[in-house]
């Protein structure tokens, strides 16, 4: 073994460790002539890294060299080896094609005569064959099968309608039922009342209610007034839309126009246009 | 067969390697002077022989492609160890992601995997120090390792691991007075 480096053990002292006692001997196994061959392990690494193709046979590296012999030719020879070690008839199967499947006895000499057979029961059989079931319909079921049908629908039918009245239904709500307090209620109401005043007001500015004002506004204005201006403005006014709201007898006996007298055609005014 | 050539220390060994005709004895001196320190380096870490093989084989590939431009800043071997340090930790990040196991299920493998070691028996000293180092956190059980049975000096640590001397002291400290506490029966 290897004397310690003084250094070292007074280094273990100071620290006050009894290590510088322990041996320093490594206790593990290293396989018997790694280092020895440790240098030829590696060349033989570097020619597999550098590609290099190896020279056959390998150069004796030490003990790198195979202490096994194999028959001279052994490789070349293998794949025969390991035919003869396969089945026989598997390898025969596989080398000559020859069929492992055996027919029956006489199977292909007896063929001809039964495909003859074959040939003449068929001929023998009525064209397209017997269709007809040999199974047995109970009399009159194909006639009365669409009512038997009928009818079993409808009892059906009135079996679950039984079914349903003994059976009321259960009436499940949508959501679940909130019990308020009676104070919350109240408010509630409050707020529905306040709202619907609040729509009424606002009602009361719609065009029906503007309409009326406007009456009132218009009936507020004399007469007079309300005549000099149809004078005026007589020409403006469509004569078709007059004509069309008078009797057809007034058109037979002279032109309309020419017919109506002022205080009808303030009534006009008065019902048609200004209201 | 020809003797192979002795290069007397790290500068001849690297003047060796870049002369084509020489580069392999002189790679070839390098693995057998290293081989063992680096290997025990990684076995400590990862506990398995195969995975400690793959990482050291891993290593020498990368010190075959990155010697020529070794640049003798550092020493040879705190170079090879940094070299080492990060595959193995790389290689226990890469099998930590692929079991996404969680810290307390990491120490049970690793107690599970020591006590599947050949020879294991924790009433032995040894077997009862690595297991107890295997309590430790990563970094403080690479300083451990590498103080203790490495002897390495803190300043070439410093070097390996990017830490101060300062910092690695302590963290040895630490490791120690753990390992103390690991072996002191309960009370």
Redesign the interface.
Known sequence: MKARSPHIVDELKTLQSTLAEVPTAMPFEVPGGYFADFADTLRLRFLLEENVTLPDPLPAFGRLTTPFVVPEGYFARFPFLLAEALEVSILEAHLSRKNIFKAPQGYFENLPEQVMEALALSAALPEGGNKEMPFAVPEGYFPEFSGNLMARVAEEDRIKALALVAEKPKTIPLRPRISLPVQMMRWAAAAVLILGVTLGIQQAGTPQNTVATTRRALAAIPENTLQEYVHQHADDFDIDMIEARLPQSIFQAASPVQTLGTHEIQAFLSDEVLL | MAAQPVYTDDRALLAAFREERTKEAAF?QL??TY??RL??HI??MV?D?EDA?DI??NV??KV?RALADFREQSGLYTWLYRIATNETLTFIEQKKRRASVSLSDEETDLSNRLAA????DDR????K??KAIQGLPEKQKLVFNL???D?MPYEKMSEVLGTSVGALKASY?HA??K??AY?KPED
């Open positions: 070839n693995v057998k081989q063992e290997y025990w076995r400590r506990l022989h093989n050291l084989q020498f590939i075959w070691q050949p020879g294991f032995q000293l040894e077997w120090l690595q103080r203790y049975f002897e400290h120690v007075k390992i103390e072996f």
